[in-house]
């Protein structure tokens, strides 16, 4: 179930539209789209991309992105540690961030502090939610201690995708051991 988190006003919310609302308000696009597609657990990124080719190609058409690709994280991984710490500290990119969830759950947390009005919020995503993350926006992302995620990324240009970190060190003040139910 995706749910909205605000932690400094001790409210949330699994009510997609109350959550569509709130994101669209602050410039995030946040859809609903089906993640029926049963993909065996040796399928390729092109079979992922194909399962979910008639949502995303009219998407990156209209909005002029070039390419897409897939992510798939799993408690074995190799590098799993140092994977899921490259995440968690808070970011911006150059470009749009992209994610469609095919399976797993992950949160994405949001730093949108323009007047001390706002307020840092955290959307734990699952397998069917889009979200579209505005370049600039501060953000950080945790995939739990146990991930098992796999997501479609989309992209105008990878390299404007790299992580930029703010250094601000205020993601550690909200990163608490977050376990992701499977």
Same mark, same amino acid.
């Given at each position: 179930?995706?749910? !909205?988190?605000?932690? +400094?006003?001790?409210?949330?919310?699994?009510?997609?539209?109350?959550?569509?609302?709130?994101?669209?308000?602050? +410039?995030?696009?946040?859809?609903? %789209?089906? #993640?029926?597609?049963?993909?065996?657990?040796?399928?390729?990124?092109?079979?992922?991309?194909?399962?979910?080719?008639?949502? !995303?190609?009219?998407?990156?058409?209209?909005?002029?992105?070039?390419?897409?690709?897939?992510?798939?994280?799993?408690?074995?991984?190799? +590098?799993?540690?140092?994977?899921?710490?490259?995440? !968690?500290?808070?970011?911006?990119?150059?470009?749009?961030?992209?994610?469609?969830?095919?399976?797993?759950?992950?949160?994405?947390?949001?730093?949108? #502090?323009?007047?001390?009005?706002?307020?840092?919020?955290?959307?734990?995503?699952?397998?069917?939610?889009?979200?579209?993350?505005?370049?600039?926006?501060?953000? %950080?992302?945790?995939? +739990?201690?146990?991930?098992?995620?796999?997501?479609?990324?989309?992209?105008?240009?990878?390299?404007? %995708?790299?992580?930029?970190?703010?250094?601000?060190?205020?993601?550690?003040?909200?990163?608490?051991?977050?376990?992701?139910?499977?």
């Amino acid at each position: 179930m995706t749910v !909205l988190e605000i932690p +400094g006003k001790d409210r949330s919310t699994t009510d997609e539209g109350e959550i569509r609302q709130f994101l669209n308000e602050r +410039g995030i696009l946040f859809e609903r %789209w089906a #993640a029926s597609v049963q993909l065996s657990s040796d399928a390729s990124p092109a079979d992922v991309l194909d399962a979910y080719a008639h949502e !995303l190609k009219p998407y990156m058409e209209a909005h002029g992105y070039l390419t897409a690709d897939v992510i798939r994280i799993l408690p074995t991984m190799d +590098g799993l540690d140092a994977v899921r710490a490259k995440f !968690l500290d808070e970011h911006t990119h150059s470009e749009d961030e992209i994610r469609f969830f095919v399976e797993g759950k992950g949160a994405f947390w949001f730093n949108l #502090a323009r007047t001390p009005a706002d307020e840092v919020f955290c959307l734990i995503c699952e397998a069917g939610d889009f979200i579209s993350v505005p370049a600039g926006f501060r953000h %950080w992302f945790d995939m +739990g201690a146990s991930p098992k995620v796999t997501a479609i990324r989309v992209f105008s240009n990878k390299e404007g %995708w790299v992580p930029q970190y703010t250094d601000s060190g205020i993601s550690h003040q909200y990163n608490k051991p977050y376990e992701v139910s499977l």
